[in-house]
């Protein structure tokens, strides 16, 4: 009789222990942007218009007609695609932080224009002081 007065008390604890507590939120990791982006170019217009993805990060285009994705200001090693038709898609990598305007030559009217902006990270080898 001695034994279950203790082994009770035990069961009891484990049992809690051994639950999930749903009140804690889980811990958060900071955010990291992802390293690639897929931009749909149909129907006058890049969806989505604006993606974020980390330095060195690849957006690939996928044209649902002639489009062109010509950069408004600063290019990707790259450069801008030129007209390309309806089921091809195309890729370019972003090794530079910054932000990259461009638009479809051929819809621009239309306000068919979009931005890739690239996150930044510290470089192998920066100092600082
Ligand atoms: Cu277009």
Avoid at 60 to 65: D, E, L, P, S
Avoid at 73 to 78: D, Q, T, V
Wanted: charged share 15%.
């Amino acid at each position: 009789m001695r034994m279950m007065g203790v082994l009770l008390p035990i069961l009891l604890l484990t049992g809690c222990g051994g639950a999930v507590d749903l009140t804690q939120p889980d811990p958060v990791a900071p955010e990291a942007p992802t390293r690639t982006a897929t931009v749909t170019a149909a129907g006058g217009k890049f969806s989505p218009a604006f993606v974020t993805i980390a330095q060195g990060g690849t957006v690939t285009w996928r044209f649902g007609g002639p489009h062109t994705v010509t950069f408004t200001g600063s290019a990707p090693p790259g450069g801008s695609i030129p007209l390309t038709g309806a089921g091809n898609a195309v890729s370019l990598r972003f090794a530079e932080a910054g932000d990259y305007d461009y638009v479809c030559t051929r819809h621009i009217a239309m306000g068919m224009r979009g931005v890739v902006h690239v996150e930044g990270r510290p470089r192998q080898g920066d100092t600082y002081h």
